[in-house]
């Protein structure tokens, strides 16, 4: 199908970009990777009046750690993170970057719009929320910053405003003990996920985890974080018993629906495998980085 006409601006400025967005609340949308806006345009889903291309906009792509963060700017593309020289020491992120899409994707999308979409089956926001990460938010007034756990409301929708862009995501510096994976099963390569589960391990003394996070994508109304799996983590030793019972506490809070992915329990067994698979990943790599 031909999406429905509309007008394109590419501003030179953050903030030029930022006014058109106030000027034209609610009829004009931002432009990024275009890999998720422009699909939808053409089923004519999505109709904006008005069509603000990020692309000249310098400074809102690099990949930057300060001595708390790791800050990724929004129009850093899924390939260029995971080839990123930093990120090879954030296995999390970079075991995310590498298995979205196909590489035409992974050289167009962006983080920044995959995480203002929100689509329920995409990856990156299962890792923000098992990462604790926060998501900037730029309007005319300034800045805001959302935690991700405040960030997916829903379907489709998030905390951002229409008038505000999305500049940068944060996460926390990998202190040493740390590790993290992200497993994910798709009916074939390339495909959104059937189940997602992206894993945080922290080892505290002796070896129990001092900090368990665990974000799950592709089987409820919007990717979330499984807060009971972590409190089955907290304070344990890591062993595969343990690790059963946060994967099954994970699959107690998924709401799949039955579709040509499959049936119900059959998601909610992934999840809790798919659970227990990226614990394991996230412990090895801890260890190794203790
Ligand atoms: C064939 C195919 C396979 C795919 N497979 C996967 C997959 O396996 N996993 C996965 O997670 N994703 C997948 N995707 C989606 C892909 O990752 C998209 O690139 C991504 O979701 C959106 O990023 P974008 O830069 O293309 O955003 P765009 O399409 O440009 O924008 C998407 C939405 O976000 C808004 N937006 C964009 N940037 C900003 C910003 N900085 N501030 C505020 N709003 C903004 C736009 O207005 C729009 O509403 C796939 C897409 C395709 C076409």
Redesign the pocket.
């Known amino acids: 199908m031909i999406p429905a006409p509309f007008d394109y601006v590419r501003p030179g400025e953050l903030e030029d970009a930022l006014k058109i967005l106030s000027e034209r609340e609610g009829d004009a949308?931002?432009?990024?990777?275009?890999?998720?806006?422009?699909?939808l345009m053409k089923l004519r889903l999505a109709q904006p009046a008005l069509l603000v291309d990020?692309r000249d906009i310098t400074g809102l792509d690099a990949i930057v750690e300060t001595d708390d963060d790791l800050r990724i700017g929004?129009k850093a593309t899924?390939r260029r993170i995971h080839e990123n020289e930093t990120i090879a020491r954030y296995p999390l992120l970079h075991d995310v970057s590498g298995g979205?899409?196909d590489p035409q994707?992974r050289n167009?999308?962006?983080i920044?719009?995959?995480v203002?979409?929100a689509?329920p089956a995409?990856?990156?926001p299962a890792a923000l929320l098992a990462a604790n990460a926060r998501i900037v938010c730029r309007g005319q007034n300034g800045e805001r910053i959302v935690e991700a756990r405040d960030f997916f409301l829903d379907t489709f929708t998030t905390a951002?405003e229409p008038t505000e862009?999305?500049t940068e995501i944060r996460f926390w510096r990998r202190p040493r003990g740390q590790g993290g994976a992200y497993t994910k099963l798709e009916r074939r390569v390339?495909?959104?996920?059937t189940a997602g589960v992206a894993a945080i391990i922290r080892l505290g003394d002796g070896g129990s985890i001092g900090f368990a996070g665990i974000g799950v994508t592709g089987v409820s109304d919007s990717p979330f974080a499984a807060t009971d799996a972590e409190a089955a983590l907290a304070g344990q030793r890591p062993s595969d018993d343990v690790f059963r019972a946060a994967g099954e506490a994970a699959a107690g809070m998924s709401r799949p629906v039955s579709d040509i992915r499959g049936p119900v329990d059959y998601k909610r067994a992934m999840v809790a495998e798919l659970t227990v698979r990226s614990l394991r990943k996230a412990v090895e790599r801890a260890l190794a980085y203790s």
């Open positions: 949308k931002i432009l990024s990777g275009g890999y998720s806006l422009l699909p990020l929004a899924h979205i899409g994707v167009w999308g962006t920044g719009g995959s203002a979409h689509d995409s990856d990156w951002i862009i999305l390339g495909d959104f996920a």
